[in-house]
């Protein structure tokens, strides 16, 4: 059995063997369901040209003495950029549309009534004496017996779609470290390259 992936939005995902069988149904309450924006945008990807955290520049390691024998790297900035601003359309996209769904089941969980939690049944009540006229009474508005079995059906579901929110939201997180590994990558190169220089001739 393939064993789930850890995910900081999604700390306790069910098991799929099923309440009844044994497993546990997922519980999940509204604070749970993140709040998803771009920490980046097109317009604001950080620049190749800032040194990456941790190098040389930085903590002062200027490198091995000896040069590793490595085959050539080959690396095109452009096309990286390119893939890049590509990679965070469509993950801006996809934070849209599920801010948006979060919305519709937040709604929809607060309304209380999608499964027929209130439903009601319309009964009529004859209420004709003897010697009147037929077709006297009313209708009675009665609680369905159906809404104990809908709330019971809706705690349930609430919970799957809260859990199918935090799943997406652990997918769009993974995608944008994704990203910013991406941005690294470039960074990184874009570092060894400023500075993959011949040394200073010695003194004479």
Known sequence: MVEPISSRYFPHPADGSGG?????DPSFTDGQVPTVTMGWNGAGIPSYNLDPTGSGAETGHQG???????????????????????????TERGVNVYTDLKAKVATAIAGGAIYGQIDTDETWVDTTTV??????????TDDS?????????????????????????????????FIAAVNIAGTTYSYVDRNAKFPEPPAA
Do not use: C, H
Not at 77 to 87: H, T, W
Not at 131 to 140: D, I, M, N, S
């Open 64 to 90: 091995e003495d000896t040069p590793l024998n490595q085959t050539a790297l080959v690396a095109n900035p452009l096309s990286m950029r390119s893939v890049e601003r590509d990679m965070l359309a469509a």
């Open 145 to 177: 017996p159906l809404q104990e079995t809908a709330r019971e059906f809706a705690d349930k579901m609430d919970d799957f779609q809260r859990g199918a929110l935090i799943g997406v939201a652990n997918a769009l997180d993974t995608a944008g470290a």
């Open 20 to 24: 009844e069988d044994g497993g546990s």
């Open 131 to 140: 010697g009147a006229p037929p077709g006297q009474g009313y209708w009675r």
